[in-house]
């Protein structure tokens, strides 16, 4: 009851308060703001934004050829003593008359032409005998090809003869288009192929990725403790060893010779064994388990066959390559086909050692995760205390020097204490805390862990605009349309990922139950229960960050990442507003008709 | 023979879900669960093939701890129970028999199911099951198109597609009128007739109970509170099964 009464009371006085407090931040707004009235009334700044007003409304289109008709007229300032006889105009040829045919300076006299193209008009010149051009004013012809028109004479009185000159343009021809437009074409071009790249990269790393961030794919991962550390000191095993299989491939390949027969032969029967060795290694359906001589050899095929198939890669990007450059400058005008085929094959061999790494990582974290659930379900209770101690001590000290090494590798220490003693040490001490904190055969929530560290990684990516993020590749890669495609490509993963995600978590748990209880296994749960759910969001998804692509590519030019916004800036630094327009106009065209397109495909999609 | 002893479920939320429930179930036997609304059938079903994860208790099956299972037993253990839903659980973008298949998982090696292949005999055997249930000739449609008892069907014979040595039935009828419920009830019997599969089936109805059951257990609350012949319900378990003020209809 007191305190509504109270609250009552000083109502008024809060209102007022807060009715100040607003004051006051609006004024410092306009303060740090810059908030400057006077600029809007300057009558310099207003002619200035007249004749940009009056530039942008123009822009510089198409061109002509002109054709230019001229004559020139004799004269004399002053009129000198012995008298002044003008030259006779030729007859049918335009030819310009003056009364009086000489005068002193500063005089007014009156220029006639005849003959001139009709309805022409074009600038009329005085030239002194220096020849340099004063400008008298701009004449107009009628229909007849006549004009006339009173002028001041200048103030040059000279002995010799000087000239007057009228000069009158008539476009002749078809019209062209102009410089500025075939460079926007151009520039347009990159930009909707550089938002279309970026979208692609974007989409497909995204797809994957949104899964660690889907709450309900990830909650009921969970691992024993044992395979929790483990995985802290086999998977960056298994990525050494997958990368280095993949170098030895390579190897291989380029000891084998770097002849294309040998590339074709590689390319055909690397393949088949591959395809038998997996048959043989992987059946169709397992109904019964199989012994375990026989589960070591298949899985030492399966590794063989792994190595064959990257081997089998490595073959396939060298003669992409090969083929790339052979057939570049046989194709003319086509040749950034072979280019694309040469790049395809540079970036499978650069993406090979990668995958590889990756596979090798996952390998071994399956077989940490196998020895963790072996471990708890068989060994005594005892055992499993002292394998978690042991572990988790020695992976606390891996993870903590593996740390150390990337902070070290920044500010280059160089000392093995602060690198290598003290975080193994502290490292080794708090993984035995956790190792004692977990029940042997507790299972931890690394889903949850992955979970977190993904989110919080797109969040933080998504909130860096992509037009800061292309500084950094521009000093990567240099100033160019590839710099923008890695810039928006990382800022669509961050932004699609997180979007993706928030769909999986809607989807109807139901199909995922059934599959489930099929006894399908984890991945085959997504293939056959999710999949066939978050398709249509997918699309919509992509659809969307599509639209926000083609209008960040048209400004990503700004701060360097080519297309179409690096022309603009350009020529609005170079005062060309012209040809700036023409851009504008481009950009507006372009995100007009891309979201229309995009809402017509989304409307027959979904 | 599936024995159940001292489960016990308590969701996160500090919901207890079952009680030390205990009873066992004899190979081949039909067996039906009721209970009012909230009382745990659900959650029953799902703790034998451990889509929800007990809390306490142990369940055995053919002499295995379910349990304890580890996640590669429990794919072996899962493929041989199939499971039917109220809500069908189908995936609706997916072709009839894509989700047919899909009872296949359990045994293809997921190498070549992430792919979409399947053995030619699997194919075969998923047209046989959609035809027993007479909607072969919906084989390409999308699961979406179908009717309810349609849908069911599909569910049913993917449920058959995984030669289940016990299927768990939860209210597989309660989302279909009457004449459909039957026919589906004819389904899971002839299920457990013909290829003497263990059937665990939670029902509403009580004459579907009569009619079906070979036995029947009650839960109330988390808590067994009847294990008996379907015969043996008379109105005094009626209301300790149902609570007091409940009626009986029909
Ligand atoms: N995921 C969950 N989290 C928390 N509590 C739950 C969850 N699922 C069910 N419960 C609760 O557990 C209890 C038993 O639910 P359950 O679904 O097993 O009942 P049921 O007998 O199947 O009911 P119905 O006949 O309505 O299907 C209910 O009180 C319910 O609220
Ligand atoms: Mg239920």
Redo the contacts with the bound molecule.
């Keep these: 009851m007191k305190s509504k009464f109270d609250f009552k009371k000083f109502r008024p006085v809060g209102i007022f308060l807060a009715i100040l407090a607003a004051l006051l931040i609006y004024a410092y707004g306009f303060q740090v703001t810059k908030v400057n009235l006077e600029e809007t009334r300057s009558e310099k700044r207003q002619t200035q934004l007249v004749r940009i007003i009056r530039a942008l409304a123009k822009p510089d289109l198409i061109t002509y050829d002109y054709q230019e008709t001229e004559a020139t007229f004799r004269i004399r300032i002053p009129c000198p003593p012995e008298g002044f006889q003008p030259t006779l105009p030729k007859e049918g040829a335009p030819y310009l008359k003056m009364t009086p045919a000489c005068a002193n300076p500063k005089d007014t006299i009156t220029v006639e032409g005849e003959n001139f193209p009709p309805n022409a008009s074009g600038p009329l010149y005085f030239i002194p005998p220096s020849e340099v051009t004063l400008s008298l004013g701009t004449i107009q012809t009628d229909s007849a090809g006549h004009f006339s028109m009173t002028v001041k004479l200048p103030d040059r009185p000279a002995e010799e003869d000087q000239y007057i000159r009228a000069l009158v343009k008539v476009p002749s021809g078809v019209p062209r288009a102009s410089a500025a437009l075939i460079d926007t074409w151009d520039k347009i071009v990159e930009t909707v192929f550089l938002a279309l790249l970026a979208t692609t990269l974007g989409t497909l790393l995204a797809v994957p990725l949104s899964f660690f961030a889907a709450r309900n794919l990830m909650k009921d991962v969970t691992s024993p403790f044992i395979s929790v550390a483990l995985y802290i000191l086999l998977i960056p095993l298994g990525i050494l060893a997958g990368a280095q299989i993949a170098r030895w491939a390579i190897s291989l390949r380029l000891l084998l010779g770097i002849t294309l027969w040998v590339d074709g032969i590689g390319i055909i029967v690397l393949p088949l064994a591959l395809l038998f060795l997996f048959r043989w290694s992987v059946p169709q359906t397992d109904e019964q388990k199989p012994s375990w001589k026989l589960r070591i050899a298949r899985a030492l095929a399966l590794l063989l066959a792994y190595f064959l198939g990257v081997l089998t890669l490595s073959f396939v990007s060298n003669i992409l390559i090969e083929a790339g450059n052979f057939i570049q400058p046989a194709l003319g005008s086509f040749g950034f086909i072979g280019k694309f085929v040469r790049d395809c094959g540079d970036i499978l061999g650069m993406i090979l050692t990668i995958l590889s790494a990756l596979v090798g990582g996952g390998v071994l974290l399956n077989i940490a995760n196998r020895f963790g659930e072996y471990a708890i379900r068989h060994f005594s209770f005892s055992a499993n205390r002292l394998l978690n101690l042991i572990i988790g001590t020695v992976s606390g000290a891996g993870l903590a020097v593996m740390l150390m090494a990337g902070i070290d590798w920044l500010y280059q220490f160089d000392n093995r204490w602060i690198s290598l003693y003290f975080p193994a040490g502290i490292g080794g001490l708090l993984g035995l805390l956790m190792a004692l904190r977990f029940k042997p055969r507790d299972k931890v929530g690394i889903g949850m862990v992955v979970y977190f560290i993904s989110r919080t990684i797109f969040n933080a990516l998504r909130s860096i605009e992509a037009l800061i993020m292309v500084i950094v590749f521009v000093v990567w890669v240099g100033i160019g349309p590839f710099a923008g495609v890695l810039a928006l490509s990382l800022h669509t993963i961050a932004a699609l990922a997180k979007l993706y995600s928030e769909q999986v978590e809607s989807i109807l748990p139901g199909p995922i139950e059934a599959v489930k209880a099929t006894g399908a296994n984890r991945l085959q749960t997504i293939v056959y229960a999710v999949i066939p759910q978050i398709v249509p969001p997918y699309i919509s998804f992509t659809m969307y960050r599509w639209d926000i692509n083609v209008r960040m590519s048209t400004i990503i030019g700004f701060a360097g990442g080519g297309g179409i916004g690096f022309l603009l800036i350009q020529n609005i630094n170079l005062l060309n507003y012209r040809a700036a327009s023409v851009q504008m106009i481009a950009i507006a065209l372009v995100v007009a008709s891309m979201d229309y397109l995009s809402s017509k495909l989304r409307e027959n999609m979904v | 023979m599936l024995e159940v002893n001292n489960l016990t479920k308590i969701?996160?939320?500090g919901?207890q879900?079952l009680h030390n429930v205990s009873f066992s179930v004899p190979r081949g036997q039909f067996l039906a669960v009721i209970?009012?609304?909230?009382?745990?059938?659900?959650?029953?079903l799902r703790c034998i093939n451990r889509l929800i994860e007990p809390t306490a208790g142990t369940i055995t099956w053919k002499g295995v701890d379910i349990t304890n299972a580890s996640e590669e037993e429990m794919r072996q253990i899962r493929r041989k129970i199939g499971m039917i839903f109220?809500h069908f659980n189908l995936v609706n973008r997916s072709s009839v028999l894509t989700n047919v298949l899909a009872g296949r998982l359990g045994y293809v090696n997921p190498a070549y199911s992430l792919i979409n292949r399947f053995p030619e005999k699997d194919i075969q055997k998923a047209m046989l099951e959609l035809e027993r249930v007479g909607i072969a000739d919906k084989a390409k449609n999308r699961a979406d198109e179908l009717s309810g008892g349609q849908q069911q069907r599909v569910g049913i014979a993917r449920a058959m597609m995984q030669d289940p040595e016990m299927v768990l039935a939860?209210?597989p009828v309660a989302s279909l009128d009457p004449v459909l419920a039957h026919s589906i009830m004819q389904y899971l019997q002839k299920i457990n007739e013909d290829y003497g599969a263990t059937v665990l089936c939670?029902l509403?109805f009580l004459d579907l109970v009569h009619r079906y059951a070979d036995r029947v257990i009650a839960?109330n609350a988390?808590e067994l509170v009847f294990d008996g012949l379907p015969g043996e319900i008379d109105d005094t378990k009626f209301k300790e099964i149902y609570g007091r003020d409940a009626e009986r209809v029909g």
């Excluded at chain 2, 209970?35 to 029953?44: A, E």
């Design positions: 969701y996160d939320g919901v879900a209970g009012l609304s909230g009382s745990g059938k659900s959650t029953l109220q939860d209210e939670s509403h839960l988390g």
